[in-house]
T-cell receptor, first 114, second 112 residues
Framework: EDKVVQSPLSLVVHEGDTVTLNCSYEVTNFRSLLWYKQEKKAPTFLFMLTSSGIEKKSGRLSSILDKKELFSILNITATQTGDSAVYLCAVEARSGGGADGLTFGKGTHLIIQP | DAMVIQNPRYQVTQFGKPVTLSCSQTLNHNVMYWYQQKSSQAPKLLFHYYDKDFNNEADTPDNFQSRRPNTSFCFLDIRSPGLGDAAMYLC???????????FGSGTQLSVL
C-alpha cells in the first residue's frame, strides 16, 4: 500500500522564522510529488517535483525532492501570518499516471504567530 | 474568479436523510474528482469521472453515489448519511491525466 507521511503534523513559529516541512513516501511506480497549501478554502497548487536535486522556487517558498532517500522538503523563509495553513504533500504513483493515483499525506498544520 | 465552485459551503443534514453536494467548473476540464477529508486526515479519493466514464475507488461505500450530467457539473449524493460521513468534501478537476488538480473550496458536511 502506498504511504505518504508528513512531519511535523503541526508547527507553531513566529513571524519571520524559517520553517522546513517534511514529506516522506513509500510507493511503487513513483511519478511525481506535489505540494498544496490548504487554507480555509480551496487547496492551491504550490509545486510539482519529478526530478531529484532540482529546487523549485516561488518567492519565499522552495521545495526539493530526493528520490534516493524518498522524501521532499518544503521551505518557507521569512514567514508571514498569511503562510498559516495546512500544507499537503501528495505523491503520484500508479503505472498509468493520473490524479486517481495520488496519495495524500495528512498535512502539516502551520501556524505563524505575529 | 472561482474556477471550481462548490455549493453549499456548509451543509447540515440529519442522520439518514439523503443529501446532495454540487460542484461546477469553468475550466472545461474533462476529469472531475470527489475527495472526502476528515479532520486532520489526508484527503481520500471517493471516485472520479474521466469524461463520462465513472471510476469508483474500491473502498468507497455504496452509500456514496455521483452524477455528472455534463462537463461542467458533478454531484455527490449520500443516500443515507451516517455520523461517520461528517467531513469536508472536496471537488477537484484536471485536464486528462495531468495530476495538477484544481480544487473547489469544499463543502463541510455535518450530520446530526
Amino acid at each position: 500500500e502506498d504511504k505518504v507521511v508528513q512531519s511535523p503534523l503541526s508547527l507553531v513559529v513566529h513571524e519571520g522564522d524559517t520553517v522546513t516541512l517534511n514529506c516522506s513516501y513509500e510507493v511503487t511506480n513513483f511519478r511525481s510529488l506535489l505540494w498544496y497549501k490548504q487554507e480555509k478554502k480551496a487547496p492551491t497548487f504550490l509545486f510539482m517535483l519529478t526530478s531529484s536535486g532540482i529546487e523549485k522556487k516561488s518567492g519565499r517558498l522552495s521545495s526539493i525532492l530526493d528520490k534516493k532517500e524518498l522524501f521532499s522538503i518544503l521551505n518557507i523563509t521569512a514567514t508571514q501570518t498569511g503562510d498559516s495553513a495546512v500544507y499537503l504533500c501528495a505523491v503520484e504513483a500508479r503505472s498509468g499516471g493520473g490524479a486517481d493515483g495520488l496519495t495524500f499525506g495528512k498535512g502539516t498544520h502551520l501556524i505563524i504567530q505575529p | 474568479d472561482a474556477m471550481v465552485i462548490q455549493n453549499p459551503r456548509y451543509q447540515v443534514t440529519q442522520f439518514g436523510k439523503p443529501v446532495t453536494l454540487s460542484c461546477s467548473q469553468t475550466l472545461n476540464h474533462n476529469v472531475m474528482y470527489w475527495y472526502q477529508q476528515k479532520s486532520s486526515q489526508a484527503p481520500k479519493l471517493l471516485f472520479h469521472y474521466y469524461d463520462k466514464d465513472f471510476n469508483n475507488e474500491a473502498d468507497t461505500p455504496d452509500n456514496f453515489q455521483s452524477r455528472r450530467p455534463n462537463t461542467s457539473f458533478c454531484f455527490l449524493d449520500i443516500r443515507s448519511p451516517g455520523l461517520g460521513d461528517a467531513a469536508m468534501y472536496l471537488c477537484a478537476t484536471s485536464r486528462d491525466r495531468v495530476v495538477r488538480l484544481f480544487f473547489g473550496s469544499g463543502t463541510q458536511l455535518s450530520v446530526l
